[in-house]
């Protein structure tokens, strides 16, 4: 059996970066997302659907962020 599961419509389940059709993985305030990361989200509410990889971009600015604070302690 053949499933067709590359239509584009879906565009609720997609991520929310712009030109990104991954499929969405976490959802995360849009305003925290453009603040931290370059990225630039197409969302009409107040959170952004992120796929894995910009996730893991979002993840990454805001962990080096933290780990910044933490060199500048010692
Ligand atoms: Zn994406």
Redesign the pocket.
Known sequence: MKHKRKSKRKKEKT?D?KG?D?EKKKSISSSKVTKKTDLEVDSSGRNAY??K??YKKYKKATKDEREMKRLNWD
């Open positions: 991520c970066v990104c991954e992120l796929c990889k910009h």
